[in-house]
């Protein structure tokens, strides 16, 4: 089955510096990854995703890169703020399904300092 | 443009009682997930259903969980016989038959404290 690692588990950035996490895929069929933003006792929310058929989506502040030949897909901050602390995951689509099935990362605690 | 609704928000059961969660996907979705997350974990896959029918339930405990998503009415997660390792949060997420079918909306989890 898919494997979804994530680095780091933990990241300290101050206000205004950019923030980098990646994450390392097992399986190649996988077409479809999504990154998750969760707040402290909040649901996931979807932030940004990427097909397989790009190697990169921006939206603001927030990209994505997809690196399929090495299988390994990461978010980038620029200009981070406060609210942008929170436990952020990524998310693989099982290869070979027609529906949602997602593997996630162990998660990332992005702390930006004031 | 009600999102996700998830009832209840928080369910304390005794061991060996059932805990009965429910899910209630946005409007004109079809699909429903349901995850569990564990303290300090990311989300693991448990079950994936449409309307009447189970299609992928492989992340799914053999013993004492099952799920359902009748023709009418919320998706439900059921627990038989809790025990203390089952206290997590479980989310359920939706997403539509059309469009980008791979897009998942969740809802806001249900916490089970198993005492």
């Known amino acids: 089955g898919e494997n979804v690692e994530q680095h780091p588990s933990t990241l300290s950035v101050q206000e205004g510096d950019s923030a980098v996490i990646k994450c390392t895929y097992s399986?190649?069929?996988?077409?479809?990854f999504p990154w998750y933003k969760q707040e402290l006792g909040k649901r996931p929310q979807l932030i940004i995703d990427?097909?397989?058929?790009?190697g990169e989506k921006k939206d603001q502040r927030i990209a994505v890169t997809l690196n399929k030949t090495a299988k390994h897909f990461s978010l980038h901050i620029t200009e981070t703020q406060p609210e942008d602390s929170a436990v952020y995951f990524c998310?693989?689509?099982?290869?070979?399904?027609?529906?949602?099935?997602?593997?996630f990362g162990q998660g990332t605690i992005l702390t930006v300092h004031p | 443009n009600a999102g996700v609704m998830q009832n209840p928000r928080h369910l304390v059961r005794r061991r060996g009682q059932e805990a009965r969660l429910r899910c209630s996907p946005m409007?004109?979705?079809?699909?429903v997930y349901w995850y569990r997350q564990l303290p300090e974990e990311g989300l693991k896959f448990m079950v994936y259903?449409?309307?009447?029918?189970?299609?992928?339930e492989s992340g799914m405990p053999k013993e004492r969980f099952s799920a359902e998503f009748p023709k009418e009415g919320p998706s439900i997660l059921r627990i038989q016989q809790v025990v203390r390792g089952d206290s997590a949060a479980y989310f359920c997420?939706?997403?539509?038959?059309?469009?980008?079918?791979?897009?998942?909306?969740f809802g806001p989890g249900t916490r089970l404290t198993v005492l």
């Open positions: 997420a939706s997403s539509s038959s059309s469009g980008s079918r791979y897009e998942q909306f």
């Open positions: 399986d190649s069929a996988s077409n479809y």
């Open positions: 990427i097909r397989s058929n790009v």
């Open positions: 998310a693989a689509l099982t290869g070979g399904t027609s529906y949602g099935k997602l593997t």
């Open positions: 409007k004109g979705h079809s699909h």
């Open positions: 259903l449409q309307k009447e029918n189970i299609i992928d």
